[in-house]
């Protein structure tokens, strides 16, 4: 609990202490990965200050057995690494449901999570598209025993994300 604590303050500490970065106002576009069953992602980041921005990430599933969505909302540092490389952490949480049907036996349920956030970005100076790759934890608070969706609480997210920035 201590390490946790002490890793707590240290990252603040690093958010009062970075560069100013001048991030994109705007970007919309996808986020793709694993995303714990639910594929890809629509995602639009909105800048909110130099060194601050919002991510929502809306992913959604629909294949012969499982129906389900899923709404994620990150608060994101953001900070310079060199000339148009970024790095950035946030933690957020989300909501989502889904639903199974197969063989006659029918199960659905609400998600509910909490969610960390790290990784890197590359923005072009040519043109108006951001490159990034992060890594994206989810604690999911309400898994029921039984439940065909999620077998566990904890769902680890490793994606490539492509968006338009304005």
Do not use: H
Not at 69 to 83: E, N, P, S
Not at 107 to 121: K, N, Q, R, V, Y
Not at 137 to 163: H, M, Q, S
């Amino acid at each position: 609990m201590k390490k946790i604590i002490l890793s707590a303050f240290m990252l603040i500490g690093l958010a009062f202490n970075a560069q100013s970065q001048d991030i994109s106002k705007n970007a919309l576009g996808l986020r793709l990965g694993d995303n714990d069953g639910f594929g890809g992602e629509v995602s639009y980041q909105r800048g909110l200050s130099k060194n601050n921005r919002l991510e929502l990430d809306l992913g959604w599933r629909n294949s012969n057995d499982v129906d389900a969505f899923k709404l994620v909302g990150l608060y994101q540092w953001v900070w310079d690494i060199d000339k148009g490389f970024n790095w950035y952490a946030g933690v957020g949480g989300g909501i989502g449901s889904w639903s199974y049907d197969k063989g006659g036996v029918s199960d659905s349920g609400t998600i509910i999570l909490a969610a960390g956030d790290i990784g890197i970005e590359y923005n072009f100076q040519e043109a108006p598209i951001q490159l990034s790759l992060d890594f994206r934890p989810e604690l999911y608070l309400n898994n029921n025993d039984g439940n065909r969706f999620r077998e566990d609480n904890f769902g680890p997210d490793i994606a490539l994300g492509i968006r338009y920035r304005f």
